[in-house]
């Protein structure tokens, strides 16, 4: 049965997006077989992978309300270049999923549902989280098994997670109590600077969750690849990007979780 992982912090631009696409790819470059759920309105992660994501018949939204089933939501093999990545896409639609479904019984639970059908197809589900605590959010909470949470190494990076940590809590609480933190990931570091060293210290200090050894590195390569629609293993393997990544891969394959 996949693990399911939702990549999540409600603050954007901390490398969300990045860290679904380059993750899920360098996964499916050690021969696992993952599912990509893109659950943000702006359909960053679809287009990452070289969707047009205004052309597509099926997305997320058809899903969540019921207009599609979970198989016909699925795009097979997005990366020519590896074998195993598929991705359930998202685009500008999913913004009125909150307003559709805000009489519908047990909505926190229509994601997990759907996923539940096809979860034994894959070894990792990767769910790429709006940047908000909203329902979006909480599907993608319902239906993980772990929360692994991208921090920019930036001054204000220990701002919001105590209220994701405690977000995480609740649903654990009260509507997923299998869920657990996956951890913490440094994003966008600048080995330049001190300030990305003090903000990784900081961190550390301050929190008691898992906090993977790889950093992911400020990296021109990592930042044209989806203009590209690649991941970034294909637009260029032999980057620091790409390798901090793989490494990250074989981070969290190795994870083991009681």
């Known amino acids: 049965m996949g693990r399911v992982i939702a990549i999540a912090n409600q603050k954007g631009?901390?490398?969300?997006?990045?860290?679904?696409?380059?993750?899920?790819?360098?996964?499916?470059?050690?021969?696992?077989?993952?599912l990509v759920i893109d659950t943000d309105p702006q359909g960053n992660t679809t287009s990452g992978f070289g969707l047009d994501k205004n052309e597509l018949e099926n997305t997320i939204y058809e899903l969540m309300i019921g207009e599609c089933e979970t198989n016909d939501a699925i795009v097979k093999n997005v990366v020519e270049e590896i074998d195993?990545?598929?991705?359930i896409p998202s685009n500008v639609n999913l913004a009125a999923v909150e307003i559709e479904l805000i009489d519908a019984e047990q909505k926190e639970f229509i994601l997990r549902e759907a996923i539940g059908k096809v979860k034994d197809d894959y070894d990792y589900i990767v769910i790429d989280c709006p940047p908000s605590l909203s329902m979006l959010?909480?599907?993608?909470?319902?239906?993980?098994?772990?929360?692994?949470?991208?921090?920019?190494?930036?001054?204000?990076?220990?701002?919001?997670?105590?209220?994701?940590?405690?977000?995480?809590?609740?649903?654990?609480?009260?509507?997923?109590?299998?869920?657990?933190?996956?951890?913490?990931v440094f994003t966008m570091f600048d080995s330049r600077t001190n300030l990305s060293l003090q903000v990784v210290e900081n961190v550390k200090e301050h929190i008691q969750e898992n906090v993977y050894?790889?950093?992911?590195?400020?990296?021109?390569?990592?930042?044209?690849?989806?203009?590209?629609?690649?991941?970034?293993?294909?637009?260029?393997?032999?980057s620091a990007g790409a390798e901090a990544y793989r490494l990250l891969a074989g981070e969290v394959i190795d994870r083991k979780f009681d």
């Open 137 to 184: 959010t909480v599907n993608a909470m319902t239906t993980a098994n772990t929360v692994l949470v991208p921090i920019q190494c930036e001054y204000y990076a220990l701002e919001g997670l105590s209220q994701l940590v405690h977000t995480v809590n609740l649903v654990k609480d009260r509507l997923n109590p299998e869920l657990e933190m996956e951890g913490v």
């Open 84 to 87: 195993g990545v598929d991705i």
């Open 13 to 34: 631009g901390v490398g969300k997006t990045t860290t679904s696409i380059n993750l899920s790819a360098a996964l499916a470059e050690k021969g696992k077989k993952v």
């Open 213 to 238: 050894k790889t950093i992911i590195p400020r990296n021109i390569r990592l930042a044209e690849a989806p203009s590209y629609g690649m991941p970034i293993n294909v637009y260029e393997p032999k």
